[in-house]
Nanobody, 121 residues
Framework: QVQLVESGGGLVQAGGSLRLSCAAP????????MGWYRQGPGKQRELVAG???????NYASSVKGRFTISRDNAKNSVYLQMNSLKPEDTAIYYC???????????????WGQGTQVTVSS
């Protein structure tokens, strides 16, 4: 069983920054993609940032220019640097990975437990 482990959430004032981290520990055979989603109060879960097939960051329009996604393949980890945070960025942020473990012959989607980001005005 793979459990993505997230960290880095918290409370920050508008204009501040946070860096989220997500690691996929355990027996990983291969990771196809990793990304970040969020779910604000009363809203549906939405994609915040991921990677294109060429390996470049792909962002929701609401965070473009403020958030940066990066990945460390050696550590099976993905990060989200969030700058110029706004109150509307308040949400639970979830890490997502499409990966294959050593115990499976197929790729599957896995989620982290979520980390709360609260931006005060």
């Amino acid at each position: 069983q793979v459990q993505l482990v997230e960290s880095g959430g918290g409370l920050v004032q508008a204009g501040g920054s946070l860096r989220l981290s997500c690691a996929a520990p355990g027996s990983i055979f291969s990771i196809n993609s990793m990304g970040w989603y969020r779910q604000g109060p009363g809203k549906q879960r939405e994609l915040v940032a991921g990677f294109t097939s060429g390996g470049r960051g792909n962002y929701a329009s609401s965070v473009k220019g403020r958030f940066t996604i990066s990945r460390d393949n050696a550590k099976n980890s993905v990060y989200l640097q969030m700058n110029s945070l706004k109150p509307e960025d308040t949400a639970i942020y979830y890490c997502n990975a499409y990966l294959r473990t050593h115990y499976s012959s197929t790729y599957d989607f896995y989620w982290g437990q979520g980390t709360q980001v609260t931006v005060s005005s």
